[in-house]
């Protein structure tokens, strides 16, 4: 049997869900094991794209130490009860059940072996197994409740259900599938929308600013990157339109326009002391090939350049001189021109205020049978798998309960 079918609708299901992407499809497959009759529509001509894109191709699709605090929402606790019943313990239970090979990269964050293309299908191999069924190339056009159900018109025919379980995700990459539409329906029952913004994104820079940075592209360090009360210790990368890398990705979480960014540009070192002890130990040593112990020499020339400070011997510069020059090379702050938006954005903040939620079951409070799961809801994961732990426990939420 196939999993994505091409026959016509069935009248009536127990569960519809609208999206059929990671939160949709453990849904599907959640709510089709309980014995649910469940249909997944889709509008784009495959399922799971992001999954498929996700994680330069092998899918980080859980993290080690996934907790609330790695979440934004406006509700900081909605995320904890259900990312308590179904942990990123039972995802990788799930992954090490279909033998899908993985292994840690760095900070907790588990990859395919092979490729993302596991993880879809591991969750295709479940939603089978429960006859969950799925359409894709499948318009939704209204959706009216009554009946102690809702009537759903597509472009394949009308669907009554019980329960409808929106998973329609967030705005980040339209190429990809991704629409409003989600909040639309929120809005249609008279929901509140938390102003959505791309997160996980990289910042651009001013023309002015890119001129001066025009050999660093393709450059990286390790930095402490801190805006607002956030701050992240992880790789900063130089690109043609500004700066990237996890980050700078993490940070953009936290920043809004006009607000200042600051990089320690070497933050496991007090660079001040650290230039004093290199002075003492090789006196005769130039600043430039000290600096080159830390960063590359394009970096060296664009740091030491930025600041106007000539390379000597680092025995001609006083005590004062250097200390000065390690505070000053020590961190970098900027203004970034803006982000790339939502074009290439990991993931949309602010979404479906899950005020209206419950957090156990992820039904509308005010709109029986109504259920929201995954990133079009007002909880959205630092980099790093959070995001699909974020959309598996929501969809395993609802899944247990519509
Ligand atoms: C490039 C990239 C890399 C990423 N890498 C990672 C990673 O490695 N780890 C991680 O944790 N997170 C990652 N993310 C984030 C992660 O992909 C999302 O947070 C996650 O997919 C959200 O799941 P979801 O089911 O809520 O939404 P989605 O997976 O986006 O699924 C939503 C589905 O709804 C469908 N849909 C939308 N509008 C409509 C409509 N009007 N009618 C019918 N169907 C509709 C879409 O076609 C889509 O199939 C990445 C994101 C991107 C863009």
Not at 62 to 81: I, V, W
Not at 157 to 176: D, F, Q, Y
Not at 225 to 253: D, K, N, W, Y
Not at 382 to 401: D, K, R, Y
């Amino acid at each position: 049997m196939s999993d994505v079918s091409n026959s016509q609708l069935p009248e009536c299901v127990d569960v519809l869900i609208i999206g059929a992407g990671a939160a949709g499809l453990m849904c599907a497959a959640t709510a089709g094991q309980r014995g649910r009759s469940v249909l997944v529509l889709d509008h784009a001509n495959k399922v799971g794209k992001k999954i498929l894109m996700s994680g330069g191709g092998r899918c980080n699709f859980t993290n080690l130490y996934t907790s609330a605090e790695n979440f934004y929402s406006r509700n900081p606790h909605f995320c904890k009860s259900a990312l308590a019943r179904y942990s990123q313990w039972d995802f990788i239970a799930l992954v090490e059940k279909h033998g899908v090979p993985y292994h840690e990269k760095t900070l907790g964050q588990l990859f395919c072996d092979n490729k993302s293309k596991d993880i879809l299908d591991l969750l295709l191999a479940e939603c089978r197994a429960a006859k969950a069924q799925i359409r894709t190339r499948c318009a939704i056009s209204t959706i009216e409740s009554g009946q102690g159900g809702y009537r759903v018109e597509t472009s394949l025919g009308t669907v009554r259900c019980e329960s409808l379980v929106v998973a329609t995700g967030g705005l980040s990459i339209p190429t990809m599938g991704a629409t409003g539409f989600g909040y639309e329906i929120a809005r249609q029952f008279g929901l509140n929308i938390i102003p959505t913004r791309a997160a996980l994104v990289p910042f651009t820079q001013h023309k002015r600013q890119l001129e001066r940075q025009d050999s660093l592209p393709g450059s990286a360090l390790a930095v402490m990157a801190s805006c607002g009360e956030g701050s992240f210790h992880e790789q900063m990368l130089f690109t043609h339109r500004g700066l990237s890398g996890p980050a700078v990705l993490q940070i953009s979480s936290h920043w809004r326009e006009g607000e200042k960014v600051t990089f320690d540009l070497a933050p496991d070192r007090d660079l001040a002391d650290w230039l004093q002890q290199r002075r003492r130990e090789s006196p005769e040593a130039y600043l430039h090939s000290v600096l080159a112990e830390l960063w590359t020499k394009k970096l060296v020339q664009f740091f030491l350049q930025r600041q106007h400070i000539d390379s000597r011997p680092l025995k001609q510069f006083s005590e004062v001189e250097l200390q000065e020059l390690g505070v000053k090379l020590q961190t970098w702050t900027l203004v970034p021109a803006g982000t790339e938006g939502y074009r290439t954005a990991e993931v949309t903040l602010g979404g479906v205020d899950t005020d209206q939620i419950s957090s156990r079951t992820m039904e509308c409070k005010t709109q029986p049978g109504l259920y929201f799961v995954g990133e079009v809801l007002d909880v959205t994961g630092w980099l790093g798998g959070f995001n699909f732990q974020w959309a598996w426990a929501s969809g395993h939420a609802a899944g247990e309960a519509a």
